[in-house]
């Protein structure tokens, strides 16, 4: 990995948002998060691999220490914020020059669940790829699910949990919508999932990551 990534991504695992950031003691007078996702746009790198290789890198690093008891609460927070900063710089060099006209998905992370760095990193790439994206936000309940499903008919919905705890809610959504029988295709993703646990609540597909879900949405209009 090149250095400007790796020291990006170190960035997004300490919480540096930017230079004036006084944290870590070891990156103190260092360029943070937003200068160094501006430079590796500059020097040519893809938000796609600015995203993979540098960002969602920064925030498995601290998920990692946080698993062996190395990091706590504020780290994550901190570091979800230099997540979110360099997010905000990716999101316009996603679009491309569309219009929402491919339809509508609706997303959400499931109920009990707070967790929605990855939710909007999918919103952003299937927005910037031309589809619609209706999110529901955080802790979203099955009523709200249905009662969006309800007003948008046609959409496809997206389903977003990070706890193993949580991520079982999905069936139940599942259920639910599949009895409306509206044709609604649903599709689940965030790190504890697998495509056999898709199978097994009975949504219509696991995708690890934005882009191969966005293909795979593309391939269902072409
Ligand atoms: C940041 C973070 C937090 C932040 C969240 C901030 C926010 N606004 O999202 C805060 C501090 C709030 C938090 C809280 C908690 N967290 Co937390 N958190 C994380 C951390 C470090 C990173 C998650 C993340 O943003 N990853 C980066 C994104 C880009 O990846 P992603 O979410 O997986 O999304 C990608 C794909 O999965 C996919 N995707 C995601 N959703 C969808 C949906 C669809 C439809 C599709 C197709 C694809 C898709 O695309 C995304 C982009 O590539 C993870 C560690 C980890 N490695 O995951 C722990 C982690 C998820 N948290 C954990 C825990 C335990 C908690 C708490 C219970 C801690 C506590 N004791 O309070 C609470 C729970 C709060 C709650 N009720 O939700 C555990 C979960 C363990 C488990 N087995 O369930 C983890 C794994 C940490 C660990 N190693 O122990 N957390």
């Given at each position: 990995m090149s250095d400007l990534l790796f020291n990006l991504s170190e960035c997004v695992e300490y919480g540096?948002?930017?230079?004036?950031?006084?944290?870590?003691k070891h990156l103190i007078g260092k360029k943070g998060t937003v200068e160094l996702t501006e430079e590796a746009l500059n020097c040519g790198f893809s938000p796609e691999v600015i995203l993979a290789d540098a960002l969602i890198m920064g925030m498995k690093r601290i998920g990692e220490k946080f698993a062996q008891g190395k990091a706590f609460i504020p780290n994550l927070l901190i570091a979800s914020k230099a997540m979110n900063a360099a997010s905000t710089i990716l999101k316009p060099h996603f679009q491309?020059?569309?219009?929402?006209?491919?339809g509508k998905i609706i997303m959400g992370t499931v109920k009990g669940d707070l967790h929605d760095i990855g939710k909007n990193i999918v919103k952003m790439v299937l927005e910037g790829n031309g589809w619609q994206v209706i999110d529901l936000g955080v802790d979203t309940s099955k009523e709200k699910f249905i009662e969006s499903l309800n007003e948008n008919k046609e959409s496809h919905i997206g389903l977003s949990a990070l706890l193993t705890t949580t991520m079982l809610n999905m069936e139940d959504i599942v259920n639910s919508i599949k009895l409306l029988n509206y044709g609604t295709k649903i599709f689940v993703g965030g790190a504890p999932l697998s495509s056999d646990f898709a199978n097994k609540i009975g949504a219509d597909g696991y995708f690890p990551d934005p882009h191969s879900f966005v293909n795979y949405l593309d391939s269902l209009i072409n």
């Open positions: 540096k948002i930017n230079s004036d950031t006084q944290y870590p491309k020059g569309s219009d929402y006209h491919k």
